[in-house]
């Protein structure tokens, strides 16, 4: 029964791949967080990152994507309340550019696992972008009929696609040579991420629903 479904889920995880290579908001939260707090901190939020994929590959399945399609002035809030949460971590990037608080001890990390898990897995469920790209999926897998072990299967590969590539993202931002370099351009690494930021709101406020 699984094997029948192969090449759909090979394609559903080979669109996904393709899309997570690509960098954009997470990729960009990623370098922050690598530079400024350190490995740990990184793959914390690379996990938070790549749990987010456990509720939108579910959410595809299960059709919610296709609600907010449908319904789009709750496509709207989302869309707004996403923008708002990336220019929040804009406003954060720009206030350590300008203040240039301590570097914190990344041996003795100020902030939880948890709360830094968190604010990937809030930033990869912002963008509503992602639900058409859930649907990409979804239309071009039709996993929508698939029997609950697909499905398990589906969520579980999609859930190690999304971990597996962030982490990727985690270590290579972590590596020696870019920590290093963070302190003596630490201004202007957090001005260029809080424009990042800013650059992914606006555009995601204006986009149409």
């Known amino acids: ?23 954009g908001p997470a990729v960009t939260l990623l370098l922050g967080v690598s530079a400024s707090r350190g ?19 579910l959410g595809t399945v299960l059709g919610v994507a296709a609600i907010f399609v449908l319904y789009s002035d709750l496509m709207t809030v989302v869309r707004l309340a996403g923008a708002v949460f990336l220019l929040w971590l804009a406003f954060k990037s720009f206030r350590t550019a300008i203040v240039l608080p301590p570097l914190p001890d990344v041996q003795f990390r100020p902030r939880s696992g948890f709360r830094t ?3 990937g897995f809030v930033l990869q469920l912002s963008n509503p972008k992602a639900i058409f790209f859930w649907l990409a999926i979804a239309s071009a897998a039709n996993l929508a009929a698939a ?3 697909v499905v398990v299967l589906f969520v579980l590969g999609a859930f190690l696609n999304s971990l597996l590539i962030h982490l990727g993202w985690a270590l290579l931002l972590s590596a020696a040579p870019v920590r290093a370099l963070y302190p003596r351009a630490r201004r202007w690494i957090e001005g260029a991420i809080g424009v990042f ?4 709101a606006v555009r995601l406020a204006m986009e149409r629903s």
């Open 197 to 200: 930021f800013t650059v992914f």
């Open 147 to 149: 029997p609950w072990p």
């Open 117 to 119: 898990a968190l604010t």
């Open 39 to 57: 490995r740990g901190a990184a793959v914390a939020t690379a996990c938070g990152i790549g749990s987010a994929a456990i509720v939108m590959s």
């Open 1 to 23: 029964m699984i094997a029948d479904w192969w090449p759909a889920l090979l394609i559903a995880w080979g669109i996904q791949a393709a899309s997570l290579l690509s960098p």
